[in-house]
């Protein structure tokens, strides 16, 4: 099926997309590669998380367990600065035992000094602490920072990146590619028309100015904040189903509310940006291969599909395209 230099699209600029794009480089350096998005990066989703490392789902484990090893190869190898990978430690908060031990399973053993809080720590910690407390150390991959680096990093591997709406995978396979990855994020599912369970999951975050607040600091898993290089992000909302990206005077004062109630001392705080974007929600993650064939010109192709992520793109994205690479080499013979 594949031509003599394979040619692959990557449809989304996002971390997906540039995570799978990047490791594709890797694995098939003779393969020419281009890189598709709709829209500049500073408004895709990827451009506002913190990054911080945490795993919703248990079957997700060893996705998570690969990204936080490729976190840590550049936490000690390359300046935080230009990645924006740092090492960072916080708590979740919950009165539900339950879901903090299901954290426990999800990522305990990958991450550093995962630990349940004694009372006198909580109630030292914590205005108005929780029944139960958990503790870690992770990593920390800022949105604006580290997909561009992995972009620099496509650029010096001659992957070209186009601005295009792409509406039809049959149309990118007549533009001559062997393999398309659908790395669409909440489109993903449109995209590939055979998928109608993918949905938005609405959040706001707020950046302030509190360069003295260090920590993570988590009230189940909507309340919280994360420190940034330059800001502290405090969040969120996750109201599924919601297409509107507008934020509200309501947005506003439900998070700040939540968390000063959780922190007091970042009452009043200096908003210096806003942020609102559509996650991209599935029940379970998608990735695989499918081969088509294309109706106007009847030519053979592969899609790999790889979206789904939910709040958890940063986090699993390294782990999932490793997945996505073995199939592109597998379509194309390797």
């Known amino acids: 099926m594949a031509s003599k230099i394979p040619r692959i699209a990557v449809i989304g600029e996002g971390v997906i997309g540039c995570t799978s794009a990047l490791q594709i480089a890797k694995a098939v350096p003779q393969a020419k590669i281009t890189v598709l998005h ?14 911080l490392f945490r795993i919703d789902y248990e079957e997700n484990t060893e996705y998570g367990r690969a990204s936080f090893a490729w976190f840590s190869h550049l936490y000690r190898t390359t300046k935080g600065a230009e990645t924006g990978v740092k090492l960072v430690s916080g708590h979740i908060q919950s009165d539900s035992l339950e879901s903090l031990k299901q954290q426990q399973k999800a990522y305990g053993d990958i991450v550093y000094n995962f630990r349940f809080l004694d009372d006198r720590e909580r109630n030292d910690i914590f205005p108005e602490p929780s029944k139960h407390c958990i503790h870690y150390t992770a990593y920390a991959s800022e949105g604006n920072k580290y997909v561009p680096y992995l972009k620099n990093l496509l650029l010096e591997q001659k ?8 509406k039809s995978l049959d149309k990118v396979a007549d533009d001559g590619y062997d393999v398309i990855i659908n790395c669409a994020g909440l489109y993903g599912g449109k995209l590939a028309g055979d998928d109608d369970t993918c949905y938005p999951i609405r959040g706001v975050i707020l950046e302030v100015d509190a360069p003295w607040h260090k920590h993570f600091n988590y009230r189940d898993f909507s309340t919280f904040t994360i420190p940034k290089e330059n800001s502290v992000v405090i969040g969120s909302t996750k109201q599924d189903n919601r297409w509107d990206l507008e934020i509200t005077d309501e947005d506003r004062n439900d998070i700040l509310s939540r968390y000063i109630k959780l922190h007091p001392g970042m009452r009043e705080p200096k908003i210096i940006k806003e942020w609102s974007a559509l996650r991209p929600g599935r029940k379970h993650i998608r990735i695989e291969a499918q081969t088509r064939k294309s109706t106007a010109s009847d030519k053979e192709y592969t899609v790999v599909h790889h979206y789904g992520h939910g709040s958890n793109g940063f986090t699993l994205g390294w782990g999932t395209a490793l997945e996505v690479t073995k199939l592109v080499k597998t379509a194309l013979g390797l």
């Open 159 to 166: 992957v070209e990146f186009r601005q295009e709406e792409v």
């Open 38 to 51: 709709d829209k500049p990066f500073e408004n895709a989703c990827s451009a506002g998380p913190a990054g």
